[in-house]
């Protein structure tokens, strides 16, 4: 089939790459001159496990291609993909204003019938607004050409996106007409060799089922931070408690570990976004709401516990950072915990050494590029090279099992801040620690 994919972040290049690998004839189409010169050259935007060669092979077998020119990418396409940003605007509603610019530049260009399809996660009637605007400019060019706009979220996990797109859980599909219907089967097809993963239902039950699946994942992640918090209180331990109750599989073990809070592109702005779709139609969304408060209260439960072993003024303080992204396997650091922490430190008086395998550069241009006194390091341990404590930030595999030894070597006093509970197994007070860990 011939696709077009229109925006190649995290989800339109993994979405238009691996449609490519099954064959397809895939073009994906960015604004951004930069990202596409890059992309053209085997230079990729953003870090994916998998996703460059992936990349490299399909641009190579001519089954990959990468341009700013919408039309020329739409010649031929069959299904086109909306798969731009939709930030969080100011009053914490889904900013659409680049999936509209999108769907008014398909209107102008397409010249035969299509089946336009939004996989950006937008607000429930989107699909509609979208149809409306394509339909306006096809009006302006006295053009009468059908076309279908159908839903399909995407559910993929950034680092691990490419096998989530590949062996997806579910394919959800919201749409109002056969054609449509069996345009989106044929496509994906391929990621359903082994059993049926489509799930067909209407447009708005589509565009609300990725929001309440994010907010679904995000209220057990604070539900489980504060329960933690009120381990500490009664002087319980939340990972003994993880284990007691995560083996209900009424409950299951996934997204209960205590930590520092959820970040990311998509939790911290769908769950904004659902609230203010509720409010909308004047519902208030109580439980989406204290999700949100417990969270923006949770990423600063680290720095509570820093400045109540240092004190209130950390001046003449290092801390070595470990992990700056929001979770490990990704660059991506959008309203990473790790910001949080870091601002909160060094509007104290603290230095910073940080490190992260993949995410320096995005801390560095973008999201701490204000921020003075932190300094970037290459390795782990460099990172707590005569600093006051270590803080763990992101799980990153590298620091799963590190060198004890050398961390006691490295710091100047042996004080472990662990924000993701990776080492409460470790008996870090027998080895000397001094250790603070969530919901203990
Ligand atoms: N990142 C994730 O893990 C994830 C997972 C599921 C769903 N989503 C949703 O998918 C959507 C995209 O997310 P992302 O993380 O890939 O975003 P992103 O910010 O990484 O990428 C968006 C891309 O769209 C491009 N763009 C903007 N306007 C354009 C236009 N008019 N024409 C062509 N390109 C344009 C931008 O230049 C950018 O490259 C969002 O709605 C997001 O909520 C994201």
Redesign the pocket.
Known sequence: MNITV????????VSGTCFSEMGNNVTC????TT?ITNLKKGIL??YEPGLESMVLKNVEAGNLHFTTK?DEAMANSEIVFI?????MGDDGS?DLQ?VQ??AK?IGEVVDKQIVVVD????PVGTADKVRETIQTALDKRKLSIPFDVVSN??????GA?IQDFMKPDRVVIGADNDFAIEKMKQLYVPFNMSHDRFIVMDVRSAEMT?YAANAMLATKISFMNEIANICEKVGADANQVRIGIGSDSRIGYSFIYPGCGYG???FP??VKALKKIASEYNYEAKIITSVEEVNDAQKLVIATKVVARFGEDLTGKTFGIWGLAFKPGTD?MREAPAIYVIKELVKRGAKIQAYDPKAVEEAQNCYLKDVENVSYVNSKYQAIENADALILLTEWKEFRSPDFDEIKTQLKTPVIFDGRNQYHMFNLAAKGFEYYQIGR
Request: aromatic share 6%; with cysteine; glycine share 12%.
């Open positions: 229109i925006g190649t972040g995290y989800v339109g290049l189409v960015d604004i951004d990202k935007p953003i919408l798969a731009v940003g939709t930030p889904a680049y610019a999108v530049s996989k950006s996660t937008v979220p995407e559910f993929l996990k950034e996106a990725k990311g592109s998509c702005k769908d991506d």
